[in-house]
C-alpha cells in the first residue's frame, strides 16, 4: 500500500516523466516531417492538386493516408498502384471504367486540373508513412497460385509481338497476363486461342455492343493503339 504522500509522488513523477517523453517524440516527429514528406517536392501543381482535393470534398468519399470516408477507395498509393495513363482516364469519365457500378462524380476537370490532381497524389504517395497502407496487392491470387501453368510471354509468337504501352497502362489494372496484374476482368493468359482479331477490335471499340451490361470498360483508345493491342492480344496463344 502506497501512504498518501507516496502516491502523490508517484503520481507527479509519472505525469512529470512521461509528459517528456511525448514532449521529445513530438519534437522528433516534426524534425523529420520535412524529410519523410519530401517537402523539396511539393512543387506548385502539387498545391494546386491539394486545393482540388480539398474543394471537391473528395475525402467526403475516399481516405487518403487512412483520413477520410470509407466509402470509395484509398487513394494513398493510388499513383504507383495505377500510374498517370489510368487516373487521368479514369478522372475524365469515371463510369465509363467501371460500367454499372457505383458511381464516382464526373467533375469536368480540365486537363491541366487533372495533371495538377495527379502531381498530388504522387506527392502523397511517396510520403514515407513506415509502411503503411501495406504494398499494392496487384497480383491475381489466381495467377499467383498457378505456378505450373506455361506462361504466355515465353512463346515465340507472343515474344514477337511487344507489350504496348497503352496495355500496360490501361489494361493491367483490371487484367492480369503471366502471374502479374489485377483482378477485376479475367486472366489474359491464352485468350488469343479463345477469340480472333475481329473480335479483339469489335470488344475494345464497344463492349457494349458484344455482350450488353458487361463490366469492361469501353477505353478511350486511338485507332492505332487499339490495333497495336488486339495485335498483342490475338498473339497470346
Ligand atoms: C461520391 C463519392 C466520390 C467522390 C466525392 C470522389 N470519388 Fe473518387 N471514387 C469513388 C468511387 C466509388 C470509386 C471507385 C470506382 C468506381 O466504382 O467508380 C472512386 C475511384 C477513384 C480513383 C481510382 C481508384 C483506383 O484504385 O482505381 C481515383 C484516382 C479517384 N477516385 C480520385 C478522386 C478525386 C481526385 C476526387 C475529388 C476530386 C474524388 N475521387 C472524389 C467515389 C468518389
Ligand atoms: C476497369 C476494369 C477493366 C479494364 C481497365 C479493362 N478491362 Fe477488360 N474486362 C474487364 C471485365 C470485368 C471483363 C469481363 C467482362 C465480361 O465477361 O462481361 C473484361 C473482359 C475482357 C476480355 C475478354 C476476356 C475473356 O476471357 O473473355 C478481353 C480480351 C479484355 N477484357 C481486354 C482488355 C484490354 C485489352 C484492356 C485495356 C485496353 C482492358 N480489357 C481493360 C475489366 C476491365
Known sequence: ?????????????????????????????????????????????????????????????HTILGEGAYYAP?????????????????????????????????????????????????????????????????????????????VATNTPETKAVPQPEKFAQLCIACHSLSGKGGVVGPQLDKVGAKYDATYFDKWLKDPQSVKPGTAMPKLPLSDAERADIVRYLAAQK
Do not use: H
Open 1 to 61: 500500500m502506497l501512504s498518501k504522500s507516496q502516491a502523490r509522488a508517484f503520481f507527479l513523477g509519472g505525469t512529470v516523466i512521461f509528459s517528456g517523453v511525448f514532449i521529445a517524440l513530438t519534437v522528433d516527429t516534426v524534425r523529420q516531417t520535412d524529410a519523410r514528406t519530401k517537402s523539396q517536392n511539393l512543387t506548385d501543381a502539387v498545391k494546386r492538386g491539394k486545393l482540388i482535393w480539398e474543394k471537391n470534398n473528395c475525402m467526403g468519399c
Open 74 to 150: 484509398e487513394l494513398t498509393k493510388v499513383f504507383e498502384k495505377r500510374g498517370e495513363a489510368f487516373i487521368r482516364t479514369f478522372i475524365k469519365d469515371p463510369q465509363a471504367m467501371y460500367p454499372g457500378e457505383r458511381k464516382m462524380v464526373k467533375y469536368n476537370f480540365s486537363d491541366a486540373e487533372i495533371t495538377d490532381v495527379i502531381a498530388f497524389l504522387k506527392w502523397v504517395g511517396e510520403i514515407d508513412t513506415n509502411g503503411w497502407p501495406p504494398k499494392p496487392d496487384i497480383v491475381a491470387p489466381s495467377a499467383a497460385t498457378q505456378v505450373n501453368t506455361p
